[in-house]
């Protein structure tokens, strides 16, 4: 599958009446948005007529998930850790809340998705994610216990390592996804000026944190960046 400026072309495909796969090349023209109806299976069996479809429904829910809700819940993690324990409470509801929304946007790609979900890069990647993304609560309910006052044993160090760096490998792949995703689903110009916009406006806002907490951590020689003591 690859996107061209008329549409999106395929290779392959299923023949509806003996059900057996061609492999023939296809050209679907137009977007995602271009659809202004979607046929609903019901008892009046009439076409609905909206703006929202399975693709449409997919990109929001990611996005919400993705994009704001645990981008903010690892951005709180990293730099508020200062206001506890608010902090860990605000990390938890942005990460559960997200996750929520993630599993929605998981759920309408597989059905918007006929066939082989995840031969293609963007469905294989979007697995990967969601299963990174789904074992970070798991392993965090399986957190080794630490003491207050009390140096992390070798577990939770290990623990700790796994669970900050997943969720960040989680979160650049996410970013990579949703380009690529806005690039499949052939969106305006607009939306791809919108995106890139938001996409700076959080790295300068990531930067110019970091660079904050390295200042403050230098000053008062504070290097601990350690998950709450549970």
């Not at 429904?57 to 998930?65: G, K, Q, V």
């Not at 206001?83 to 309408?108: E, K, N, S, T, Y």
Request: hydrophobic fraction near 50%.
């Amino acid at each position: 599958m690859v996107t061209v400026p008329s549409g999106i072309v395929m290779f392959g495909g299923r023949n509806v009446t003996s059900g057996k796969e061609v492999n023939d090349i296809w050209l679907l023209l137009g977007n995602s948005t271009s659809a202004e109806q979607m046929e609903i299976s019901a008892d009046c069996g009439k076409p609905l007529s909206t703006w929202l479809n399975l693709p449409i429904l997919h990109t929001i829910f990611m996005f919400m998930s993705w994009g704001i809700l645990l981008q903010a819940g690892a951005f709180i993690a990293r730099y508020f850790r200062f206001a506890d324990p608010w902090w860990f409470r605000l990390h938890w509801a942005c990460q559960v809340f997200g996750l929520l929304w993630a599993i929605a946007g998981f759920i309408c790609a597989v059905a918007s998705v006929q066939f082989d979900h995840f031969s293609f890069a963007h469905g294989a990647m979007g697995l990967v994610i969601m299963i990174l993304g789904l074992t970070q609560p798991i392993n965090a309910i399986c957190r080794p216990h630490k003491e207050k006052g009390e140096p992390p044993t070798r577990g939770r160090k290990i623990w700790e390592f796994y669970h900050i760096n997943a969720g960040r490998l989680a979160l650049i792949l996410a970013w990579i996804q949703i380009t690529i995703g806005m690039y499949l689903e052939l969106s305006t110009t607009g939306t791809q000026i919108l995106w890139f916009v938001y996409f700076g406006v959080v790295i300068v806002v990531y930067i110019v944190m970091e660079i904050r907490l390295r200042i403050k951590q230098n000053r008062s020689g504070e290097v601990n960046m350690e998950m709450p003591k549970k």
